[in-house]
Antibody, heavy 119, light 110 residues
Framework: QVQLQESGPGVVKPSETLSLTCSVSGGSIRTDYWSWIRQPPGKGLEWVGHIDYIGSTNYNPSLRSRVTISVDTSKNEFSLKLTSVTAADTAVYYC?????????????WGQGTLVTVSS | QSALTQPASVSGSPGQSITISCTGTSSDVGGNNYVSWYQQHPGKAPKLMIYDVSNRPSGVSNHFSGSKSGNTASLTISGLQAEDEADYYCSSSTSGSTLLFGGGTKLTVL
């Protein structure tokens, strides 16, 4: 059974960089697509971007200038960095695995981690 | 890119059927067969219910079904049960190889 666990600071100051890591257990990160998806409190889901195990990425156009997703196959984890954050970036951030080796649906999700942008 | 359009809320009584729509454009919903549906209970991560418009992952009840016509996809839940009460989100790949979600629909079982 694949399990994903997000980790990182719960509070980030405005204009600083949000950094999160997703640790994958019960499966190899080398065979699938991996994504970050966020959900502002009380609002809907927003796709942030995805990465495959060789490091190919694609990002939400609205975030592309600020976001970087990377993968560390030696640690079986992948990471998210979002620069120049504002209050609008406050959200629960989920990491997820692409279903059937695609990036268009997600079958395993982390529990989510709330990141609040506040001074 | 704008979110796909879903009704904010739908409701139904136990045993009834309901349908949730998800409207996009020819650049997303209408342009491919990669529409998915997720169920999200409060405080929980989303759960994949339908992929590729109408396919159910293993373990998902067959009282969930999906379809698509033109730029609109639909999720139908037949034989509503109390535990079906949740938020539902559609998603679609786009011509730009990105992913769009719908705004979400709150299902209330009366």
């Amino acid at each position: 059974q694949v399990q994903l666990q997000e980790s990182g600071p719960g509070v980030v100051k405005p204009s600083e960089t949000l950094s999160l890591t997703c640790s994958v257990s019960g499966g190899s990160i080398r065979t699938d697509y991996w994504s970050w998806i966020r959900q502002p409190p009380g609002k809907g889901l927003e796709w942030v971007g995805h990465i495959d195990y060789i490091g190919s990425t694609n990002y939400n156009p609205s975030l592309r200038s600020r976001v970087t997703i990377s993968v560390d196959t030696s640690k079986n984890e992948f990471s998210l960095k979002l620069t120049s954050v504002t209050a609008a970036d406050t959200a629960v951030y989920y990491c997820a695995r692409g279903y059937r080796r695609t990036w268009i649906a997600y079958d395993y999700w982390g529990q989510g981690t709330l990141v609040t942008v506040s001074s | 890119q704008s979110a796909l359009t879903q009704p904010a809320s739908v409701s139904g009584s136990p045993g009834q059927s309901i349908t949730i729509s998800c409207t996009g454009t020819s650049s997303d919903v209408g342009g491919n067969n990669y529409v998915s549906w997720y169920q999200q209970h409060p405080g929980k991560a989303p759960k994949l219910m339908i992929y590729d418009v109408s396919n159910r992952p293993s373990g998902v009840s067959n009282h969930f079904s999906g379809s698509k016509s033109g730029n609109t996809a639909s999720l139908t839940i037949s034989g509503l049960q109390a535990e079906d009460e949740a938020d539902y989100y559609c998603s679609s790949s786009t011509s730009g190889s990105t992913l769009l979600f719908g705004g979400g629909t709150k299902l209330t079982v009366l």
